[in-house]
């Protein structure tokens, strides 16, 4: 039997001549060209096994860090988690997965450093708005103003560097818009942190932000790292607790919300309320008879998702996530 | 994702997929010709599913299903199924790097003869465990079963080749 696995191995050598493989690729151009794509709206192609031959050369990948399982674990479980996180305040039990999933899957998906300075700015918007929402519940403890004021720092560092960035690159445009966005945005949200006793940006530009390292109430880095660690950690154990509570029902609900355009778990451009719900649903391929059609039934469909949770989600090295849990935001 | 990148990627995707495409197709119809052509026709047939703004998920799998979707189609136009005998007699080229020595050939041929006297789902999980070379686990994606199943299909795949060594020679 060895020897017949050695034969059959000993014809992995056939391919496509080179002359053939480039007579074929022409045809495909020019098919290309006679039919352009119609629909580009709901186009999503979604290559999981492209990602690993993408890696050779430049695409930029999120960190393997523990956020990411996070969310492959908020993923398999019940995507309506993280639409809930987006309501929540410091101190709630989905919060974590606002600040460390939800938002840094935003950073992270955003290639454009334009775009990103933008994102952080919106999400030290977000803070303050955390800050006045939790002051009015009455539930800005110190811990919140420090948890808040923190993170503020970090958004407002961020957006620094980037201006520096492009700075440097020549874009000096760029890193002008950049800055005046953050010195508004200071200008304005330090009156109101004052009033809520949060005087962390009062008297702070750009310039005084980049000078100073820090504007935050703890500055060793020693302590970022502390918190940083003990943050993820929590929020891998909060993530799955509150996770596991909603699974069910949300599984249930979700599987309902059947519909054309979505096939897989796929985020969606995200607008200012956050990740949006998609349905856990996948439609496998079927045998059709001339068309490879993607049309289903609805018990094969629900036998077979609950399969493939079971069995597929990994995260390794290469994100070879097996299941089909994409992420892609355009 | 706009028409431009979606464009690339397909390219891409020929890049990668292309030689293990036809050497699929290959192993199915024996013929290089047809083999090329039914590779061509998977890649435009999925690049008239893209451009119709139809969302893929997994390439590869898509790609497969497209193929053999194809293969299937061809063989029920019933075409007289070419024999491995002739296919050696024209002259049939297999590029690779190993030896092109008597034996060699004669052993190829043996084995692509008893292969293509299996059944045809079980000639496909050796085609594409040995010759394509994709782990069961891969294996089970494209087909869409479980790689249990998929596992235990190999073996009696095997098992059953082994049988046809052993036993006495079709007249083809």
Not at chain 1, 211 to 224: L, V, Y
Not at chain 2, 82 to 104: C, D, M, R, Y
Request: glycine share 4%; aromatic share 6%; proline share 4%.
């Amino acid at each position: 039997m060895f020897h017949l696995n050695k034969q059959l191995k000993k014809n992995r050598a056939v391919k496509l001549s080179n002359h053939s493989k480039e007579l074929i690729r022409e045809t495909l151009l020019s098919h290309i060209q006679e039919h352009p794509v119609r629909n580009i709206e709901s186009s999503r192609l979604l290559f999981q096994n492209h990602l690993s031959y993408f890696a050779k050369s430049f695409i930029i990948r999120p960190s393997y860090s523990m956020p990411f399982i996070i969310l492959a674990l908020v993923a398999m479980l019940g995507g309506g988690t993280a639409f809930a996180a987006q309501g929540s305040l410091p101190g709630d039990l989905l919060y974590p997965v606002k600040v460390n999933v939800n938002e840094e899957l935003q950073s992270a998906f955003t290639f454009n450093e334009e775009a990103k300075a933008n994102l952080e700015l919106n999400h030290a918007e977000e803070r303050v708005n955390e800050a006045i929402r939790s002051e009015a519940k009455g539930k800005l403890s110190d811990e919140t103003k420090l948890t808040i004021e923190d993170q503020i720092a970090r958004h407002t560092e961020q957006i620094n560097e980037i201006a520096k960035k492009l700075e440097v690159r020549g874009n000096v445009q760029a890193a002008e818009a950049v800055r005046s966005h953050l010195d508004g945005y200071i200008e304005i949200k330090s009156k109101i942190l004052e009033k809520i006793g949060m005087p962390i940006l009062s008297g702070q530009t750009t310039a005084t932000i980049e000078n100073s390292e820090k504007i935050q109430a703890d500055t060793s880095p020693e302590k970022k790292e502390e918190t940083k660690n003990s943050l993820e950690r929590n929020v891998i154990h909060e993530a799955i607790k509150a996770v596991q509570k909603e699974n069910k029902n949300l599984l249930n609900v979700l599987k309902r919300e059947d519909s054309d355009d979505n096939d897989s778990l796929i985020v969606q451009p995200i607008p200012q309320g956050g990740l949006q719900p998609v349905p856990l649903i996948n439609k496998p391929l079927q045998r059709g008879d001339d068309d490879t059609s993607q049309e289903n039934e609805n018990e094969q469909e629900d036998e077979q998702e609950d399969e493939r949770e079971d069995n597929d989600v990994e995260v390794e090295g290469e994100l070879k996530l097996d299941s089909k849990i994409e992420i892609e935001i355009d | 994702m706009d028409a431009k990148q979606l464009e690339q990627r397909f390219l891409e995707a020929y890049e990668l997929y292309s030689d293990a495409i036809f050497r699929y197709c290959f192993f199915r119809v024996y013929q290089k010709q047809d083999a090329e052509e039914l590779t061509q026709e998977a890649f435009i047939k999925t690049w008239n599913y893209l451009s119709e703004g139809k969302p893929i998920d997994n390439l590869r799998a898509f790609l497969y299903q497209v193929t053999r979707n194809l293969i299937i189609d061809r063989k029920r136009k019933e075409r007289p199924s070419v024999s491995i005998e002739e296919l050696f007699e024209a002259g049939i080229e297999l590029e690779g790097p190993h030896q092109k020595n008597i034996q060699t050939i004669l052993e190829q041929k043996e084995l692509l003869e008893q292969l293509d006297r299996l059944e045809d789902e079980q000639k496909e999980l050796l085609l594409l465990r040995f010759i394509q070379g994709y782990t069961p686990k891969e294996i089970a994606n494209l087909l869409q079963e479980t790689p249990n199943v998929i596992s235990v299909r190999i073996t009696r795949a095997k098992q059953a080749l082994h049988q046809l060594y052993v036993s006495p020679q079709q007249t083809t």
